[in-house]
C-alpha cells in the first residue's frame, strides 16, 4: 500500500512540485484550450515562463498541445491527469495511515510503561506497607 | 517553500522520546512502515524499506539526526542510484514535546529544484489556495469528474 513502486511518477511530481505550474494547469482544466499567451494574461508572470513551465507539464504528459494557425492551443490530458491525481492522494494517504500507526504504537507503548511503573510502585507501596 | 510537500501534523499522548524510538527503532518501524526494515542510524547511514507485499525494496539515507526532535532521510531515487536532492525525496519528522504530549510534523518534499526566476512574485505563491494541500483534492475531484464525463 505504501510502497514507492511504478504507482508513484517523479515526473508527474517535479511537474506539479511548483506552484506556477500548479496554477497553469488549474486554468486549463477550469478554462479549457489556452495559449501561452492566453495563460500569459492570467498569471502574473511572464509568457516565456509560461512556455517553460507548459513544457513540464507536456513531459510529464498532463498537457497537450496542438497547432492551429499560427497558435499552439494547450489543453490538459484528463485520463493522466486522472491517474496524477490518484497518485498524489495516495502518497498523502500512504502517510496519513503511517502516522495514525506510529501514533497508536507510541500511544501504547507509553501505556504499558505507565503501567509497569504503577505496578512498579504499587509493589513499592506495598513490601514498605508489610514491613512493620 | 517552494516544493511539492505533503505536510501532516499529528498529536500523540506519549513522550517524545518514546516516539523518536517509534520512528527510528527498525523493530517499531516494521510496524508502520514496511514490512522490513533496516536502519544505520547516524547522519548518512544507510537504511531500506522492504514492502514485500508489493516486491519492492526502498533504500534510503539518512539526512538528518537530531535526537529527539529531527529525524530526515532521502528516498524514492531512480534503482542503483545514491539520494541527492535532485533525485529524491526528502522525508522529515520534526518533534516537540508540550506538557507529555508529542507534536509530530511529517514533511516530505521534492524534486523542486527552484526554477522560478520571478521572485518578485512572493506573495502570489504565498496564497494558500494556490499552495499544494488544496490542490491536490481540487485536482481530484477534476479529475473524477473528467473520468465520468468520459465514460
Known amino acids: 500500500m505504501s510502497a514507492r513502486s511504478r504507482s508513484f511518477d517523479e515526473e508527474v511530481w517535479l511537474a506539479v512540485a511548483d506552484p506556477s505550474r500548479r496554477s497553469l494547469l488549474e486554468l486549463l482544466i477550469n478554462g479549457g484550450e489556452a495559449t501561452a499567451s492566453g495563460l500569459a494574461s492570467e498569471v ?16 510529464a504528459n498532463l498537457v497537450s498541445s496542438r497547432r492551429q494557425g499560427r497558435e ?9 491527469v486522472d491517474s496524477a491525481a490518484q497518485m498524489l492522494v495516495n502518497v498523502g494517504r500512504a502517510w496519513d495511515t503511517r502516522l ?15 503501567v509497569t511503573e504503577l505496578r512498579g510502585d504499587a509493589n513499592e507501596t506495598e513490601t514498605t506497607s508489610s514491613t512493620p | 517553500m517552494t516544493a511539492a510537500t505533503i505536510e501532516r501534523e499529528i498529536k500523540i499522548e506519549a513522550p517524545i522520546e518514546v516516539v523518536w524510538e517509534v520512528l527510528t527503532n527498525p523493530a517499531h518501524i516494521v510496524n508502520w512502515s514496511a514490512e522490513e526494515a533496516t536502519l544505520d542510524l547516524r547522519p548518512g547511514g544507510a537504511g531500506s524499506l522492504n514492502f514485500t507485499e508489493h516486491d519492492h525494496v526502498s533504500p534510503l539515507r539518512v539526512e538528518t539526526l537530531d535526537p529527539p526532535n529531527v529525524f ?26 508540550d506538557q507529555g504530549v508529542t507534536t509530530l510534523r511529517l514533511i516530505e518534499s521534492g524534486f523542486a529544484k527552484n526554477d ?36
Not at chain 1, 44 to 59: C, G, I, N
Not at chain 1, 72 to 80: D, I, K, N
Not at chain 2, 120 to 127: A, L, S
Not at chain 2, 140 to 145: D, E, G, I, T
Open chain 1, 44 to 59: 502574473p508572470f511572464s509568457r516565456q515562463a509560461v512556455a517553460k513551465h507548459l513544457a513540464v507539464l507536456e513531459r
Open chain 1, 72 to 80: 499552439v492551443l494547450f489543453s490538459v490530458r484528463a485520463p493522466e
Open chain 1, 100 to 114: 495514525q500507526s506510529i501514533k497508536r504504537i507510541a500511544e501504547e507503548l507509553h501505556q504499558a510503561t505507565i
Open chain 2, 72 to 97: 530526515s532521510y532521502r528516498w524514492s531515487q531512480p534503482d542503483g542510484e545514491e539520494p541527492t536532492e535532485e533525485n529524491s525525496m526528502l522525508v522529515e519528522f520534526i518533534l516537540s514535546e
Open chain 2, 116 to 151: 522560478w526566476s520571478e521572485e518578485k512574485n512572493r506573495e502570489y505563491y504565498d496564497d494558500h489556495s494556490n499552495g499544494w494541500d488544496h490542490f491536490v483534492p481540487r485536482l481530484a475531484s477534476y479529475a473524477a469528474s473528467a473520468h465520468v464525463s468520459a465514460q
